[in-house]
C-alpha cells in the first residue's frame, strides 16, 4: 500500500531528553513536511523540506531539527530546547506546486513529556 | 499575512440533518482550496480540492463552494451520520509554493442521535 507512516504512534519523553520522530513515505514525493497541532489551534509549519539533502525552517523550528538524507525518510528530533514539546505531531507530503498540489498525511505521534 | 478562519469553531447536531461549515480566508494568488477531515488522533484526509476558478465540488454527501470574489468557501454535509463526527480543515495554498500551506483552525463537528 502506497502512504505516509508516522512511527511511534505514542511516545513519552522526560524533560531533557531528545526524541526522534519517524516519518516514511513511499509515494515517491519530493516534499516532506513537518507540523505541530495543539488544541484549539490550526497546523503550524516547524520544517519542511523540497529535495532531498535540503530543508527549510517553517514557523516555528525553534528546538527541533530534521535531516533528509533519503526521499523516503525525512525524521524530526525533539530536542531539550523544546521547552513545550508536548503535542500531536503530523508528517505529511506532497507533489509539488502545481494546482493539484496536495498534501497527504500520517496518522501522527502524539509525544508527552513525563 | 495569509490567513484562514473558520466558523464555527464547533457544531452539534442530530444525525441526519444537514450542516454548513464556513472558511474566509486572505490568502491571494492561491493554486487550490482544500477541505480536510481528521478524526481524533489521526492525520487529516482530504475531501475536496477547488481551484479558484471552480465555484462547486462535491464529494458524495460532501458539497464545497468558493467565491474568489468575497474570498470565502464553505463545505455543506448532506444527511449527516455519526462518522462524520470529526474536525473539518480549510487549507489554502498559496501560488508558486507548497511549502505554505495555510491551515484554518478547524470545526468540530459532532453528530448525535
Known amino acids: 500500500d502506497g502512504g505516509i507512516t508516522q512511527s511511534p504512534k505514542y511516545l513519552f519523553r522526560k524533560e531533557g531528553q531528545n526524541v526522534t520522530l519517524s516519518c516514511e513515505q513511499n509515494l515517491n514525493h519530493d516534499a516532506m513536511y513537518w507540523y505541530r497541532q495543539d488544541p484549539g489551534q490550526g497546523l503550524r509549519l516547524i520544517y519542511y523540506s523540497q529535495i532531498v539533502n535540503d530543508f527549510q525552517k517553517g514557523d516555528i523550528a525553534e528546538g527541533y531539527s530534521v535531516s533528509r538524507e533519503k526521499k523516503e525518510s525525512f525524521p524530526l528530533t525533539v530536542t531539550s530546547a523544546q521547552k513545550n514539546p508536548t503535542a500531536f505531531y503530523l508528517c505529511?507530503?506532497?507533489?509539488?506546486?502545481?494546482?493539484?498540489?496536495?498534501?497527504?498525511f500520517g496518522q501522527g505521534t502524539r509525544l508527552t513529556v513525563v | 499575512k495569509n490567513q484562514v478562519e473558520q466558523s464555527p469553531q464547533s457544531l452539534i447536531i442530530l444525525e441526519g440533518k444537514n450542516c454548513t461549515l464556513q472558511c474566509n480566508y486572505t490568502v491571494s494568488p492561491f493554486s487550490n482550496l482544500r477541505w480536510y477531515k481528521q478524526d481524533t488522533g489521526r492525520g487529516p484526509v482530504s475531501l475536496t480540492i477547488?481551484?479558484?476558478?471552480?465555484n462547486t465540488k462535491s464529494n458524495g454527501r460532501y458539497t464545497a463552494t468558493l467565491d474568489a470574489d468575497t474570498k470565502q468557501s464553505s463545505l455543506h454535509i448532506t444527511a449527516s451520520q455519526l462518522s462524520d463526527s470529526a474536525s473539518y480543515i480549510c487549507v489554502v495554498t498559496p501560488t508558486g509554493t507548497a511549502s505554505k500551506l495555510t491551515f484554518g483552525t478547524g470545526t468540530r463537528l459532532q453528530v448525535t442521535l
Open positions: 505529511a507530503s506532497s507533489t509539488g506546486t502545481g494546482i493539484n498540489t496536495e498534501a497527504f
Open positions: 477547488m481551484t479558484f476558478s471552480e
